[in-house]
């Protein structure tokens, strides 16, 4: 089956500094990515798609000088959370599009997550 | 734009019997898919059934099927056989042409022994 790994599982930083959150598609390749935020006992909130080879397209309300997003290949999309605060403190979820050969599968493969905790 | 609606916060289960979660969606789509997805403790989301909206046949994966209602937008899953593993939340979710999913807000299943 599609697998999607995320990396790290988990992750502590101190205000200020940044954090890169990297989402891999192991055994598929996935022109798109999408970026989940998930709140404790809360529902998935789209933050992001990543495309590959082109800018991401971010949701409204999120702001993406703080969420930088890079979709360098087909296998691996990174979400870098600048300035980390606090606030920023939350679960954050990738998952791949996965696509049959004559086109998109309407499929998401979801990652494991990350568990983010800022200091 | 898409809405998905669970008016199920909670629900409970024994083990062994059936239980419905019901989910509504709003879409202005002609063409989408849906889905449920489970979530355990441990958060990896996992797909448990999916139903393209052009399919009248309802979608059947083992002891999990849906109820779609095209019509009145209703798009409800079905467990039988309840097991202590399908403890978990559970989200309804649907997606279009920009392959964006729309998650509901999930309704969390509890499996009594």
């Known amino acids: 089956g599609a697998v999607v790994s995320q990396h790290p599982s988990w992750v502590i930083c101190k205000s200020g500094t940044s954090v890169k959150i990297e989402c891999r598609s192991l055994d598929f390749q996935a022109t798109t990515m999408f970026w989940y935020r998930q709140f404790p006992k809360k529902s998935l909130m789209l933050m992001a798609t990543s495309n590959e080879g082109s800018k991401a397209t971010y949701e409204q309300g999120v702001e993406k000088d703080k969420f930088l997003i890079n979709h360098a290949s087909l296998t691996l999309s990174t979400l870098t959370v600048t300035s980390a605060h606090p606030e920023d403190s939350s679960f954050y979820i990738c998952?791949?599009?996965?696509?049959?050969?004559?086109?998109?599968?309407?499929?998401?493969?979801f990652g494991p997550g990350t568990r983010l905790t800022v200091t | 734009a898409q809405t998905v609606t669970q008016s199920q916060p909670e629900m409970s289960v024994q083990e062994a019997e059936t239980v419905t979660l019901s989910c509504t969606y709003d879409?202005?789509?002609?063409?989408?898919?849906l889905f449920w997805y489970k979530q355990p403790p441990s958060r990896q989301m996992i797909l448990v059934i999916r139903?393209?909206?052009?399919?009248?046949q309802n979608a059947t994966e083992n002891r999990f099927s849906v109820n779609f209602q095209k019509a009145a937008k209703s798009f409800s899953l079905k467990i039988s056989d309840s097991q202590l593993g399908d403890a978990a939340m559970y989200f309804c979710?649907?997606?279009?042409?920009?392959?964006?999913?729309?998650f509901g807000k999930g309704t969390l299943l509890t499996v009594n022994p």
């Open positions: 979710a649907s997606g279009g042409s920009n392959y964006k999913l729309t």
């Open positions: 139903q393209e909206a052009y399919k009248q």
């Open positions: 998952s791949a599009d996965y696509e049959l050969a004559g086109g998109p599968d309407y499929e998401q493969y």
């Open positions: 879409t202005s789509e002609s063409d989408y898919y």
